[in-house]
């Protein structure tokens, strides 16, 4: 009943003109290139252990290969299923790639795009991340879309450029009403698999200045709407003071999502 109560509070509340941000926290795994069966299987068997509530949301995006057998293991609970990208194309001769009509037809719901792997080892472009986030958005998959600045750019001084830059070019052309369903990342590259985290005022920063920036680029309403989670080494032990400033609303969870008792920790963290 208590929490029947909570949920409600969830969602944009507008008073006077002036909207009251309640964003539900979003806490997602990205797996990346690792484990195998057995390993994926037990990972989410752990998870699913934990009970986890859905105060919460939570998704887990492991390999291509592996993700149609954790969605039917996490088919009947509260743990989303996600992926790590998608192609462009609906389908045809594009060997290797995946589309977004496979990724729904076994109960895919998020796609994170435009990591910084993505755009750094395998060359993305904003403008690649701007097609693959409409077609995900046409067909009914919530894109996490990953903005970040490298060590020398955060060095330099252009770290707000560099973000302004691929949020524009990864959003180009979508309107207002598409930009409200979309998750955004920050997730400085230097602080990516490298144990270094930003402190939670530095993060805080960024989240502000993104929310500044789908208001001026869209308006108040969607500003107070968009989730944007933080990613970069979050651990349990770091994970609460990030996810306590006021503009953090989740974690986008690399290393410590490949533990179940680390990744729950993360999510309980969320929580409050
Ligand atoms: C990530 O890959 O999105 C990530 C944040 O990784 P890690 O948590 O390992 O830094």
């Known amino acids: 009943m208590l929490f029947a109560r909570y949920h409600l509070f969830f969602g944009i509340h507008e008073f006077f003109g002036v909207f009251r941000i309640v964003r539900k926290p979003f806490v997602a795994g990205n797996w990346k ?14 998870l699913l252990a934990k009970g986890l509530n859905d105060s919460v949301d939570v998704a887990v995006c492991p390999a ?7 969605g039917s293991r996490i088919a009947d609970s509260v743990i989303g299923l996600g992926c790590q990208d998608v192609y462009f194309e609906a389908q045809g001769a594009f060997t290797g790639e995946i589309s977004c009509s496979m990724l729904k037809d076994i109960g895919c719901r998020y796609v994170i795009l435009g990591h910084s792997e993505r755009r750094h080892v395998m060359g993305e472009t904003d403008e690649i991340i701007n097609k693959k986030v409409k077609v995900a958005l046409e ?14 750019e955060r060095e330099s001084g252009t770290t707000m450029a560099v973000i302004e830059s691929q949020f524009k070019g990864s959003l180009e052309g979508l309107s207002p009403e598409q930009v409200g369903e979309i998750v955004i990342a920050y ?86």
């Open 33 to 46: 290139m690792n484990l195998d069966q057995a390993g994926a299987a037990e990972l989410v068997d752990g």
């Open 64 to 70: 291509f290969v592996h993700a149609a057998s954790v």
């Open 139 to 152: 067909s009914g998959l919530t894109p996490i879309v990953c903005v970040g600045e490298t060590l020398e």
């Open 187 to 272: 997730e400085p590259v230097w602080a990516i698999g490298t144990g270094k985290v930003a402190t939670p005022e530095q993060a805080e920063e960024v989240h502000s200045d993104l929310r500044k920036l789908l208001e001026t680029s869209y308006n108040a309403e969607i500003s107070a709407k968009v989730r944007i989670q933080y990613g970069g080494s979050v651990k349990p032990g770091n994970a609460a003071d990030l996810l306590s400033q006021p503009n953090i609303d989740g974690a986008l969870v690399g290393g410590a999502s490949l533990k179940a008792d680390d990744f729950a920790a993360i999510v309980t963290a969320a929580q409050s």
